[in-house]
T-cell receptor, first 114, second 114 residues
Framework: GNSVTQMEGPVTLSEEAFLTINCTYTATGYPSLFWYVQYPGEGLQLLLKATKADDKGSNKGFEATYRKETTSFHLEKGSVQVSDSAVYFCALSHLLGGYSTLTFGKGTMLLVSP | DSGVTQTPKHLITATGQRVTLRCSPRSGDLSVYWYQQSLDQGLQFLIQ???????AKGNILERFSAQQFPDLHSELNLSSLELGDSALYFC?????????????FGSGTRLTVV
C-alpha cells in the first residue's frame, strides 16, 4: 500500500541551526510528494512539493529533493528561526478509486529556541 | 485566513449523539476533502467530493456520512458518537481533483465526546 514514514519528534533546535526532517515513502507508481506545515491552532499549509524524481521543491528557505532511488523526501533548512516552530507533515499523492488523494505521515514537531 | 471556513470551532457532546460539521471551501474551489486528526492515528483521509459528487472514500466509518451541496459547501455528519471519535476534523479544498493543485485547509473543528 501507500504510506509515509517520518522521523518522530519533537526535534529541538537552537535558532540558526541546520534542520533535517526525514521522510520516506512506499508507493505504487510515481507519486507526487509534499511537505505541509501546521502552526499551533491552525490548519495545514502547503510548504513545498515535487512532482517527479530529482525535482527539488523549495519555499521560505526550506527545500526537499525527490529521491526515487532511496524513496525519500527529506526536508532541510539551513538556518531555522523561532517562527519555524510547528508540526511538519510529509505527504504523497496516490490514486484511490481512480481519484488522487493525499496520504500524510504522522507529523514531526519542530521546536526552535532563541 | 486560508479561505476555507469550518464551523463550529469546538464541539462537546455526549456518547451516542449526532453532530454535523460544516465546511465552506475557498472561493472557486470545487473539491472538498475531510480528514480526521488524532494523536494516535495522525491525519486520516475520510472522504472527497468534487462539484457535488463523491469521488473517493478513505477510512470513513459507516456511522459517518458526508455530502457536498450545490453551493459547494460540505457537511460531515457523525452519529452514534463514541469516545474514540474525539479528534480534530479538518476540511480542505482544491480547485481541481488532482493533488498537484495543492490542498487549502481550514482551521478545523475540535470534537470532544464525553
Amino acid at each position: 500500500g501507500n504510506s509515509v514514514t517520518q522521523m518522530e519528534g519533537p526535534v529541538t533546535l537552537s535558532e540558526e541551526a541546520f534542520l533535517t526532517i526525514n521522510c520516506t515513502y512506499t508507493a505504487t507508481g510515481y507519486p507526487s510528494l509534499f511537505w505541509y506545515v501546521q502552526y499551533p491552532g491552525e490548519g495545514l499549509q502547503l510548504l513545498l512539493k515535487a512532482t517527479k524524481a530529482d525535482d527539488k521543491g523549495s519555499n521560505k528557505g526550506f527545500e526537499a529533493t525527490y529521491r526515487k532511488e532511496t524513496t525519500s523526501f527529506h526536508l532541510e533548512k539551513g538556518s531555522v528561526q523561532v517562527s519555524d516552530s510547528a508540526v511538519y507533515f510529509c505527504a504523497l499523492s496516490h490514486l484511490l478509486g481512480g481519484y488522487s488523494t493525499l496520504t500524510f505521515g504522522k507529523g514531526t514537531m519542530l521546536l526552535v529556541s532563541p | 485566513d486560508s479561505g476555507v471556513t469550518q464551523t463550529p470551532k469546538h464541539l462537546i457532546t455526549a456518547t451516542g449523539q449526532r453532530v454535523t460539521l460544516r465546511c465552506s471551501p475557498r472561493s472557486g474551489d470545487l473539491s472538498v476533502y475531510w480528514y480526521q486528526q488524532s494523536l494516535d492515528q495522525g491525519l486520516q483521509f475520510l472522504i472527497q467530493y468534487y462539484n457535488g459528487e463523491e469521488r473517493a472514500k478513505g477510512n470513513i466509518l459507516e456511522r459517518f456520512s458526508a455530502q457536498q451541496f450545490p453551493d459547494l459547501h460540505s457537511e460531515l455528519n457523525l452519529s452514534s458518537l463514541e469516545l474514540g471519535d474525539s479528534a480534530l476534523y479538518f476540511c480542505a479544498s482544491s480547485v481541481g481533483q488532482g493533488t498537484n493543485y495543492g490542498y487549502t485547509f481550514g482551521s478545523g473543528t475540535r470534537l470532544t465526546v464525553v
